[in-house]
């Protein structure tokens, strides 16, 4: 591949990614090395700085970088989007973003602190801007939400990351180590507290993924997704020829299996044997494979020990068919999500087109079928509603309406059961 198509393709790749794109992600799409892919953004970058007819430039934030509209365009921009990114913020969001911005990852109460009046109604405000949002919960009693600030706020200050703030002179710093100092006190009197697991379990095409991975983004907390793992020892099965239901050859392929799940960057990979197993496992004969395999207890032993290591290690968000009765029976919060049949169908069959698979709403439905009845009547762990899990039916609800739900039920659970109860997973 020249270098001009190189160009060309990275631009097109940041013109349909319109969010920041790492450079490792720009590097695997285009198959070339990071430090060439850097390369090639600055060379993007400054053939737009010497193009006078071009309104774009390219905005680089903390080891990604996306296009960006030129400032001297903002008056066009403004008057067909009503500008409605209009940065015109009130004194009070201004000091919040700063308290926020030095001292990330910072809490409400520490907020409060600096300003010296309650500051949530700023703070929800920031969120719906999309300048601030939450990146975890702070390891004492009641689990304060931690806040950090977005790409969104670097972009529209022209930083690429907060350590090009300038240097100021705050009471803040103060105040700021005196509850650092406070936290750290209590969190180290306060029982060891075990990593929140949240639990969604739910039949093939209720929309689990998503929802968990939006959940992740608003909560801050990574989501692992089971299925890919069965997916991924259902493909390879079937390229070593071996049937994903014999019991014995998968055996023997699993004492000779090495499985990685790597959660950088907040997308998962599953790693097989050292290769990356991610772009096959999204097809039929994937959810096939997955099916027949992870109804082999070989291979539910193999993969909810790996889950479970991970779990003992950092909060997570699973999303499966058995985790909230098997996998995490004691998950503190638990999630069935379900759908109608033809609804679940119908998004199946969205994902699938978008993959270029040509199946049919009659093909997928019949898949669906096969597979739920699989799911259902395996005799390991078969796929149920757990007696602690909340029921969520979203045939009729958007995935952002489900989202609020899950956050709703999990801040009320934070308030009652702070530490999670005491222990860890088994």
């Not at 790693?271 to 291979?299: N, Q």
Request: charged share 30%.
């Amino acid at each position: 591949m020249s270098e001009v198509d190189k160009l060309a393709r990275l631009e097109a790749l940041l013109f349909v990614a319109g969010d920041p794109l790492s450079y490792e992600d720009m590097a695997r799409f285009l198959g070339v090395e990071v430090a060439e892919a850097e390369g090639l953004i600055e060379q993007l970058k400054r053939r737009y700085q010497r193009d006078p007819m071009s309104g774009l430039i390219v905005r680089q934030i903390d080891g990604a970088a996306s296009l960006a509209t030129k400032p001297s365009c903002a008056d066009t921009l403004e008057a067909f989007y009503g500008k409605v990114r209009d940065l015109k913020l009130t004194d009070a969001a201004y000091e919040t973003l700063a308290v926020i911005a030095y001292n990330a990852p910072a809490t409400r109460a520490e907020i409060e602190a600096v300003r010296g009046v309650n500051s949530d109604s700023v703070v929800s405000r920031l969120i719906e801007r999309g300048l601030v949002r939450e990146v975890g919960t702070l390891e004492t009693p009641g689990r304060p939400a931690l806040l950090d600030v977005t790409e969104q706020f670097l972009m529209d200050f022209g930083l690429s990351s907060t350590r090009e703030l300038p240097p100021v002179d705050l009471m803040m710093y103060d105040t700021i180590t005196e509850f650092t100092q406070e936290r750290q006190s209590a969190a180290h009197l306060a029982p060891a507290p075990r990593p929140l697991v949240v639990a969604i379990d739910g039949p093939s095409g209720s929309g689990k993924s998503t929802i968990a991975r939006l959940l992740s983004e608003h909560l801050g907390i990574l989501s692992l997704d089971t299925g890919a793992m069965y997916r991924a020892l259902g493909v390879k099965a079937m390229r070593l020829g071996i049937s994903p239901s014999d019991q014995e050859r998968v055996r023997a392929m699993l004492s000779e299996t090495s499985m990685d799940i790597d959660l950088t960057d907040r997308v998962q990979k599953t790693i097989v044997d050292g290769s990356d197993y991610t772009p096959y496992i999204r097809t039929p004969e994937a959810s096939r494979a997955a099916s027949d395999i992870s109804a082999l207890p070989i291979t539910r032993e193999y993969c909810v020990r790996i889950q479970r290591e991970i779990g003992k290690k950092q909060a997570l968000i699973l999303d499966g068919r058995d985790i909230g009765t098997y996998v995490f029976p004691d998950a503190p919060v638990k999630f069935f999500v379900t759908a109608s049949e033809e609804v679940r169908a119908k998004r199946r069959l969205a994902d699938l087109e978008r993959a270029g698979d040509s199946s049919t709403l009659e093909d997928v439905m019949r898949e669906m079928q096969i597979r739920d009845r699989q799911d259902s009547e395996r005799q390991l762990a078969p796929t149920k509603r757990a007696d602690d899990a909340i029921l969520i039916d979203t045939s009729d609800m958007s995935v952002r309406e489900v989202v609020d739900v899950m956050i709703d039920v999990i801040r009320q659970r934070e308030q009652i059961q702070p530490l999670w109860s005491q222990g860890r997973h088994g």
